[in-house]
């Protein structure tokens, strides 16, 4: 539910800030899940200014751009090249300073900034009216009144508004609260001001032109139906303040009659409906059922089949409107419209929600009478609406307020014990805060004693029933946080890191494993000959063993000796991890235990075949792409996104290899084992290994970037293969990196599907065969956007890189 900041502040005087409000609503159990800065136009105009062109003259490189001055008013005239053709000196225009932001109606944000178009200097932009997001024109710049002061700010003269919307999760329980009233009366209670509402003592019946009689037919479902018939109104646009007004929250103006009855729906919380009187057969509206499978057209053009239990709103002849849910097609108000029938009814929340579950239709008549509306604000609304209608449309009262209830809703009354009260929050209230809390909230005390009161519960309260919702009345506006806590507690606390070290190293060790590979776990003691030459290694005596000498620096050796046991005994085909931590020490604080430093790291082994010998398909080795395929799904599964770079000298053990990457941070290696380093194990086969620093993992969880899913595309994508000659030393990764930087909208995926090395393209060249994913989510692509897509594509490729692009 959207609550605007702006229209709390008519209900309730002294509203502290946005974020302070939010508090005190989420305090009180109305949570506040966002706060949304809300403008009239987005990004307020900001840096905008007004201003008046000086000068103007052509620009001498470019026959369609011309070159001008414009004064804004700070002393400097500003050199701004313009694009438009009704641009001419004296005109007074809206001018966008250097650094401000523009939201136009179509297409990406616009951040100005200092440039040269054509060898000319510009300094700003003159706009046009759909490049500040004011209407869909492009037919040249605004041109303003001459009688504009120069300098005037562009949001103070378009009379721009800011506002605050407060997204409330509101509990099924607080119907009492789905209204800005409603909202008003807990901020007040909590501020101890008084909520105030708009005043309705100036209605008047001056002429009763109009006679529809009301007959409830059913009073279960409609306790109570009051209705007023307005003469005279003229429908059309509403006024610039009730379309802000109802924008700011979400709400689509469609006309005023309808805008005022949605304005009063989320001022007050009571849900009306306006109808064409002249349409209404009869002159008689029966609040009844009709018979099961009737056919019944909505607002919405569709025909519905009713059931038996509906509820309708009838005329003499047919149904007007599904009662509670959605109106009828043929009644509304339309441009035509001179007379309406507004209807201000109480109807029970189980038949409400039941039609309207059953037809698919969420409205928001439906959200407030499904949770309970207040039965004994149906008056007060029309009054409020028809006082607004005569000011806006210019109707007039044609009748008196009908009114048919038969059986009111009486307030609930309920006991509250003070003992029942300090049971349940732990504390003792003064009867004097108690009291005072209640009566912010507006019950009443008929009955009051040493021990208890008895309470008659607001109407508008639909959940106060028992004692002990009177108690979560007390304590939410008390505030749970001024209950101290007991200087004894017994209780049993745990607590853990977050994120969780050992269940993030649980999901890569089960993606690891998922994915075939095998957990080992191998000595932190290692040999000293595979550490000769290291400043850091940590020597140890170990008179156990001579060559368990040293602590590991890394997971590598030591995995290399389970590789060389395996393939002794004729297991070719490994795949390895392992956790476990690996130790240095700073060469110049040996004498000092800061020097020392022990780090987790998990090692990552690939040799052999990707598969066992099938007779179905030919076994393939394993590869650097085999184990970067495997090192993304297990950083994935703990939530990191990452990227591989070749480096030179990733680690010494491996030579040339490639820097593992989350975001901008070096979080592991990979890279093919030497072949130095293999002979000494006894290893005739390749061995691929990467090793991960976990702590760098860990602290990149923390920081990781929220992930975020976004529907399937409505709109088909387009394939475009291309074919390139480029010198060896250029890597795949360029490529990639290229096309996203020349086509930033339209590509989403690059792929590589062929590499062709050979005499026939000479001896330092290669061969790539690419293709490329173009998709529009808002349009079909046609043929020349994709063609001209492939042209800066290619066009990039040849300028940047060489490319001889191939036929």
Known sequence: ???????????????????????????????????????????????CVIGEVKTKEKHPDADRLSLTTVDIGSGTLLNIVCGASNVVAGQKVVVATIGSTLYPVNGEPIVLKKAKIRGALSEGMICAEDELGLGASHDGIMVLDPAVKTGTLAKDHFKIESDHIFEIGLTPNRSDAASHIGVARDLAALTGSKVITPEISSFAVKEKTINITVKIEDGIACPRYSALCISGIKAGESPAWLRKKLNAIGIRSINNIVDITNFVLHECGQPLHAFDADKISGKKVIVKKLPAKTKFRTLD???????????????????LCIAGVFGGEHSSVTAATQNIFLESAYFDPKHVRRTAKHHGLKTDASFRFERGADPDITVYALKRAALLISEIAGGRAASEITDV????????????????????????????????????????IIDQKDSAMVLAVPTYKTDVKRECDVIEE??????????????QMVSSISFSMKPDREQLRNKAANSLSAGGFREIFTNSLSNDAYYEGSASKISISNPFSAELNVMRETLMYNGLEVI??????????????????????????????????????????LTGHEHSESWYEKQRRADIYQMKAHMKNCLRSVGLHVSFSAAENTFSACGTGMNIFHEKNVIGSVGMVNKNILKKFDIAADVYFSEISWEKV????????????????????????????LDKGINYSELESLAFETEKKLLTKVDLFDVYEGEKIGKDKKSYAMSFFLQDVSATLTDQQVEKTMERLMKAYKEKLGADIRS
């Open 405 to 444: 209830y038969p059986a009111p809703v009486l307030p609930a009354s309920v006991e509250l014990t003070y003992s029942g009260l300090e049971k349940i929050a732990g504390k003792k209230l003064s009867n004097e805060t108690v009291q005072k809390i209640l009566l912010s909230l507006n019950f009443k």
């Open 1 to 47: 539910m959207k609550i605007s900041y702006n229209w709390l502040t008519n209900y309730i005087s002294n509203l502290p800030s946005p974020e302070k409000t939010a508090e005190l609503l989420t305090g009180c159990g109305l949570e506040v899940e966002s706060i949304e800065k809300y403008e009239t136009v987005k990004g307020g105009l900001a840096g």
């Open 698 to 725: 860990m602290n990149s969880v923390k920081n990781a970037a929220p992930v975020f899913f976004k529907e399937i595309p409505k709109f088909p994508g387009v394939r475009r293969d291309l074919a390139m000659i």
């Open 474 to 487: 007390v304590l939410r506006i008390y505030g749970l946080d001024n209950i101290e806590i007991p200087e």
């Open 301 to 319: 053009g569709i025909d519905r089949e009713l059931k038996a239990d509906d509820l309708m709103i009838c005329d003499a002849e047919k149904g």
């Open 564 to 605: 060389a046991y395996n393939r002794n005994r004729k297991n070719l085909d490994l795949l390895l991890y392992e956790f476990g931590n690996v130790y240095a020490c700073d060469p110049k604080k040996r004498d000092d235990v800061s020097g020392y430093a022990e780090e987790e790291k998990l090692g990552i082994f």
